[in-house]
């Protein structure tokens, strides 16, 4: 019989607080052949996308393509997630090598995401999050809810994800040397030179949206990769992580107050592990308790979890149901 991989948590205590328990070395260990067929299988359903957009012709398939890119960029993400963690594949190599592939497509580097991302982690529950736009927030009504779900649709936050993911610089990257190379590094410019596998990647990209770089089709790249990214995307990003992290009962949780962060697993339907949320990225409780865990064996750890005690306030049935929690909790 497995070992359990954590002792009892006492009901009622928020994640923040729960102290780690060494974990069974089993549920650390990656899998190779789930990795590849994570990464391969969602770059697939991309270009497979992206073959089929760039062949459409009337209103209706351009819009349909339009929301497919969205939803297949998204994708990408899950498996990018857990490359940052060093957790799809066995190696940090093959992390680092997919994981470059897999950010580039989403048009940013390794290094910059996972940045980004680890001060997520590191920062959690404060101002400082990077990802604190997206539910470090108080609403005052169901159409301010409204407005800041569906803004990104509308490029509302397009700026401040550009900053995050494309310019933002690695902190692991060394200091310039001299004021020349100094002026340099702080440049765009500079910036982007540092990332010439997003330039290759979005240049295949662009080959299969234009069959080969046809004048008459350029249009396609920006219509079904740009546009999708920075609307479609960031969308779907802003709606999963404020229903995984966001205050639904602000007499529970309540950030601006400093009462008990959340990050919240959600068993989800079919249809929202399809278009939402992937790779067992849905337990993102256990995730934020043990983030070098890999996603396959997160659904295992909950399980442990839920038998040590696990709050209810940290579990919810569906994403759909966490919104209309919030939504019955705000006055009209």
């Given at each position: 019989m497995t070992a359990p991989a954590i002792g009892r948590i006492p009901r009622g205590t928020p994640f923040t607080t729960v102290e780690r328990k060494k974990l069974d070395p089993d549920l650390l260990r990656a899998s190779r052949?789930?990795?590849?067929?994570?990464?391969?299988?969602?770059?697939?359903?991309?270009?497979?996308?992206?073959?089929v957009a760039a062949r459409v012709t009337t209103p209706w398939q351009i819009v349909l393509l339009f929301l497919g890119a969205g939803f297949a960029l998204h994708r990408l993400f899950f498996p990018t997630h857990d490359c940052i963690?060093?957790?799809?594949?066995?190696?940090?190599?093959?992390?680092?090598?997919?994981?470059t592939i897999l950010s580039a497509l989403l048009g940013t580097s390794f290094d910059a995401i996972r940045d980004q991302h680890m001060d997520h982690h590191r920062q959690f529950g404060t101002e400082?999050?990077?990802?604190?736009?997206?539910?470090?927030?108080?609403?005052r009504s169901r159409s301010q809810l409204l407005a800041f779900v569906l803004g990104p649709l509308v490029g509302s936050i397009l700026l401040v994800?550009?900053?995050?993911?494309?310019?933002r610089p690695s902190r692991r990257a060394a200091p310039p040397a001299t004021p020349q190379t100094a002026a340099g590094h702080a440049s765009l410019l500079g910036k982007l030179a540092r990332y010439p596998a997003i330039a290759a990647v979005q240049l295949a990209v662009c080959a299969v949206l234009t069959r080969g770089f046809r004048l008459g089709e350029l249009w396609r790249y920006p219509m079904f990769n740009v546009l999708p990214a920075v609307t479609v995307?960031?969308?779907?990003?802003?709606?999963?992580?404020?229903?995984?992290?966001?205050s639904l009962d602000y007499t529970v949780c309540d950030y601006l107050?400093?009462?008990?962060?959340?990050?919240?697993?959600?068993?989800a339907s079919t249809l929202e592990r399809i278009f939402l949320c992937g790779s067992d990225f849905n337990y993102h409780h256990e995730h934020h308790l043990y983030p070098a865990v890999p996603g396959y064996q997160l659904p295992r750890?909950?399980?442990?979890?839920?038998?040590?005690?696990?709050?209810?306030?940290?579990?919810?049935?569906?994403?759909?149901r966490a919104f209309a929690e919030i939504w019955r909790n705000l006055p009209a």
């Amino acid at each position: 019989m497995t070992a359990p991989a954590i002792g009892r948590i006492p009901r009622g205590t928020p994640f923040t607080t729960v102290e780690r328990k060494k974990l069974d070395p089993d549920l650390l260990r990656a899998s190779r052949a789930r990795g590849y067929a994570q990464a391969v299988g969602n770059i697939g359903a991309l270009f497979a996308v992206l073959a089929v957009a760039a062949r459409v012709t009337t209103p209706w398939q351009i819009v349909l393509l339009f929301l497919g890119a969205g939803f297949a960029l998204h994708r990408l993400f899950f498996p990018t997630h857990d490359c940052i963690h060093y957790s799809l594949f066995p190696t940090k190599a093959e992390n680092r090598v997919w994981g470059t592939i897999l950010s580039a497509l989403l048009g940013t580097s390794f290094d910059a995401i996972r940045d980004q991302h680890m001060d997520h982690h590191r920062q959690f529950g404060t101002e400082d999050d990077p990802g604190a736009s997206d539910y470090y927030l108080r609403f005052r009504s169901r159409s301010q809810l409204l407005a800041f779900v569906l803004g990104p649709l509308v490029g509302s936050i397009l700026l401040v994800k550009i900053g995050d993911y494309l310019l933002r610089p690695s902190r692991r990257a060394a200091p310039p040397a001299t004021p020349q190379t100094a002026a340099g590094h702080a440049s765009l410019l500079g910036k982007l030179a540092r990332y010439p596998a997003i330039a290759a990647v979005q240049l295949a990209v662009c080959a299969v949206l234009t069959r080969g770089f046809r004048l008459g089709e350029l249009w396609r790249y920006p219509m079904f990769n740009v546009l999708p990214a920075v609307t479609v995307f960031l969308f779907l990003v802003r709606l999963r992580m404020f229903l995984e992290h966001g205050s639904l009962d602000y007499t529970v949780c309540d950030y601006l107050e400093h009462r008990r962060p959340t990050a919240r697993t959600i068993y989800a339907s079919t249809l929202e592990r399809i278009f939402l949320c992937g790779s067992d990225f849905n337990y993102h409780h256990e995730h934020h308790l043990y983030p070098a865990v890999p996603g396959y064996q997160l659904p295992r750890l909950h399980a442990e979890l839920v038998a040590a005690g696990l709050d209810s306030q940290d579990v919810r049935p569906t994403y759909a149901r966490a919104f209309a929690e919030i939504w019955r909790n705000l006055p009209a």
